[in-house]
């Protein structure tokens, strides 16, 4: 009896490789995630996955692990598709951090890099491919990459990938596989057009489903203020007062983006800014810098809603609400990982009524709307004391019972 707890809350007796154990327990990975349990084992025996967790649950390593065991003995290829160059980033150097003492040799091919150094790192026959659907297919197009040695297939945040338009190079991509392969999906929602993908490539895939799709993480507290565009400015400025930490503020346009970021400036803030007309060395950095604390805040599109992974980011905000539900998930899902609490507030405009509701369809519980507090004026900047009391918190995870049929709740 003993034993089979500890198996449940270690690697150990999941049926991973001495070796690849002893580097995982190296990089301190004590106990796996809900998602890496149940998803390694299956992996390891060879079927497919379709693996159903919510943003922030460990799915690289779920999938990383097998797939760096069965290239070291088969000696074969792995290829792993991702939505953007920023998860690609975060993808590729953990799975260079798992194998890099095993002689794992990886390619990254994005957009906004040299093409001239992807080649070179193809040319030394890589082991694991990590790339977006768009420069896969400029390379497959020049005829500089062949993927006939994939064994492993990975379509990570498929319905990302989907949702950005990207099923047409998917589809290329695949035309272009052996056809015995192992496939593996992973998504945080379950689209009708994921099922398509699943029927006609995928053998008989086992599905992992940690979180109903469209769940929200259990301690992330969610709240909502109705406000008029010029209000969104001063409550920001009090909200970041009464809130110390790192903090993600989402706005749905790169022009939206860049005034926020100067406002945040002009406030005395140390901000970055991250959008598609960023460059990619200015977009590393400007990640780089918000992980290493350079800079506490960073204003990003939805380009970033799944691509940024950083431990304890205090407070996400939702300048402006997203158009689609999915992505309000994806953006709450950078507070509160692994099981850390955290804390999203989302701005409404009094005509976005639908699109709050939209959201409550997808969480299938209602977002509290708090009272308005008293603003500042957005100009001249507001001295304040350094002891501004913080608000009451919102509720956490899912008060679908509770708050259902609140009648004061809504605006």
Do not use: W
């Not at 089979?4 to 270690?10: E, F, L, V």
């Not at 069965?70 to 598709?81: D, T």
């Not at 895939?205 to 010029?230: D, H, S, W």
């Not at 001063?234 to 939206?256: D, N, Q």
């Amino acid at each position: 009896m003993p034993n089979s707890k500890i198996n449940q809350i270690t690697f150990f007796g999941l049926g991973i490789a001495p070796r690849l154990l002893d580097i995982i327990t190296r990089l301190n990975f004590v106990a796996p995630t809900p998602i890496q349990e149940k998803a390694i084992p299956v992996a390891l025996e060879g079927k497919d996955i379709i693996g159903i967790a919510q943003t922030g649950t460990g799915k690289t390593l779920a999938f990383g692990i097998p797939m760096i065991q069965k290239i070291a003995q088969a000696k074969n290829q792995g290829l792993v598709i991702l939505p953007t160059r920023e998860l690609a980033h975060q993808v590729e150097e953990t799975l260079h951090q798992l194998g890099r003492s095993l002689g794992l040799r990886t390619a990254l091919l994005i957009g906004g890099a040299s093409m001239k150094m992807q080649m070179q790192a193809i040319r030394r026959s890589p082991h694991i491919i990590i790339g977006t659907p768009g420069r896969i297919n400029d390379h497959l197009e020049q005829r500089t990459l062949s993927l006939h040695d994939v064994s492993i297939l990975v379509l990570d945040e498929a319905d990302r990938m989907l949702d950005m338009g990207f099923l047409p190079q998917i589809r290329k991509i695949l035309a272009k596989l052996s056809k015995n392969r192992q496939t593996m999906l992973f998504s945080a929602t379950m689209p009708d057009s994921i099922v398509k993908i699943a029927t006609e490539h995928m053998r008989l895939p086992f599905r992992v489903e940690i979180a109903r799709p469209g769940t929200a993480a259990e301690k992330v507290a969610q709240e909502l203020f109705v406000l008029k565009n010029e209000q969104k400015i001063p409550l920001l400025e009090k909200l970041l007062l009464e809130y110390r930490g790192s903090i993600l503020i989402f706005s749905r346009t790169k022009h939206g983006a860049r005034k926020i970021c100067h406002s945040l400036k002009r406030m005395g803030h140390t901000a970055a800014e991250i959008h598609s007309a960023r460059s990619l060395a200015q977009r590393r950095e400007a990640l780089e810098g918000f992980k290493s604390g350079k800079y506490r805040i960073l204003v990003a599109t939805d380009i970033a809603s799944r691509g940024i992974d950083v431990t304890g980011i205090e407070l996400v905000i939702n300048y402006d609400i997203p158009e689609n539900p999915e992505d309000y998930l994806h953006r709450i899902g950078r507070t509160g990982r692994a099981g850390a609490e955290g804390r999203a507030i989302s701005f409404v405009m009094p005509d976005q009524k639908r699109e709050v509701r939209d959201i409550e369809r997808l969480l299938q519980t209602y977002i509290i709307a708090s009272k308005l507090p008293e603003l500042p004026s957005s100009s001249p900047r507001q001295n304040y004391p350094d002891d501004v009391g913080a608000r009451k918190p919102a509720p956490r995870g899912n008060q679908r019972k509770k708050y259902f049929h609140h009648p004061k709740r809504r605006f």
